[in-house]
């Protein structure tokens, strides 16, 4: 059984405009100057208790939980404003239900929070297509291969037929972790030759050179 587990943010979905937004109102919110956006798209596809501490490195745990649910509280107040966007890259949706009928597994690993994946596949009708869905609400964050552990057990995937699909070295070197071919995208946050050098087998340059690489997947 092959299986493709799909990173969300910067992979399925173009978020990075949300996601900077609700970070720059958390800081705001606790007092604080907010991070160069650049800093926070480097830590898109970590859990958010580890992209505060990163963030805020001067910070304790208190600050950095803090912090996690001031940007919750502000991603679901634009979310209710009808401001978050998400928008899927171009390809997606018609890949995603390519596989599917193909006979692939498909599964998702991301750093977002149960409620927040489950909003932004069934908002672009993609739920039914998934077997598993991991967040960082129920798993350690990336690079810890939990999440990729879960996906396989509940697809009944074998190992040596699943590929891991982000754009963040943390995406990659979970799948390393977990002895998984890991595949790249360069539409996401983090460049090419850092994705390569975190060891992805390879890079796909759009939608389409992905599935001609997931079509080498024995």
């Not at 291969?145 to 040596?160: F, H, K, L, Y």
């Not at 998984?180 to 939608?207: C, K, M, N």
């Amino acid at each position: 059984m092959k299986l493709a587990i799909f990173d969300c943010d910067g992979t399925l979905v173009d978020s990075q405009a949300d996601i900077c937004e609700a970070m720059d109102a958390a800081f705001a919110a606790a007092g604080l100057v907010p991070p160069d956006r650049h800093d926070t798209r480097r830590v898109v596809g970590l859990s958010l208790h580890e992209a505060m501490r990163r963030l805020h490195p001067a910070g304790g745990h208190d600050d950095h939980a803090a912090l996690t649910q001031l940007y919750k509280d502000a991603f679901r107040a634009r979310r209710a404003a009808g401001a978050v966007a998400e928008p899927l890259y171009e390809g997606i949706a018609a890949l995603v239900a390519e596989l599917a009928a193909e006979g692939w597994q498909l599964a998702v690993a991301t750093g977002k929070s149960d409620r927040g994946l489950a909003h932004c596949l069934e908002t672009h009708g993609l739920t039914r297509h998934f077997v598993s869905l991991q967040t960082a609400d129920r798993h350690p964050s990336k690079p810890d291969p939990s999440m990729i552990e879960q996906c396989i057990a509940d697809a009944g995937a074998d190992r040596a037929r699943t590929a891991m699909i982000g754009d963040t070295v943390y995406d990659i070197a979970m799948a390393c972790n977990a002895g998984v071919r890991g595949i790249g995208v360069d539409w996401g946050y983090h460049e090419s030759a850092e994705l390569i050098e975190a060891g992805a087998q390879a890079v796909a340059t759009s939608v389409s050179h992905l599935r001609d690489l997931l079509r080498g997947v024995a």
